[in-house]
């Protein structure tokens, strides 16, 4: 399975942004999906992921910001992500985890006036 991570770009504080990560394949059998974010001079961290239950895990410094979902039909992983700051600026990358990892090229997220 291949990860098409898109939605990056450039947006003001306080704005918000919509990421996708589409499969080649059906992602209905990975049981963990999520999004890390590396910022220049950083460790990568964990953003958000979402299992096949359903039930999520953020980040402290996203949460009651940022809403992970996947849709199964549409094989496609989301992440929306809302009151943005300069502190979220950085490459946000997919993964996919079942009994191997697959990840997603980055997509470069930038918050500046």
């Known amino acids: 399975v291949q990860l098409q991570a898109s939605g990056g770009g450039l947006v003001q504080p306080g704005g918000s942004l919509r990421l996708s990560c589409a499969a080649s394949g059906s992602i209905s059998s990975f049981s963990d999906m999520g999004w890390y974010r590396q910022a220049p001079g950083s460790q990568r961290e964990l953003v958000a992921r979402?299992?096949?239950?359903?039930?999520?895990n953020y980040g402290d410094s996203v949460k009651g910001r940022f809403t992970i979902s996947r849709d199964n039909a549409k094989n496609t992983l989301y992440l929306q992500m809302n009151s943005l700051t300069p502190e979220d600026t950085a490459v946000y990358s997919c993964?996919?985890?079942?009994?191997?990892?697959?990840w997603g090229q980055g997509t470069q997220v930038t918050v500046s006036s």
């Open positions: 979402i299992l096949s239950g359903g039930s999520t």
């Open positions: 993964y996919a985890a079942d009994s191997d990892l697959f």
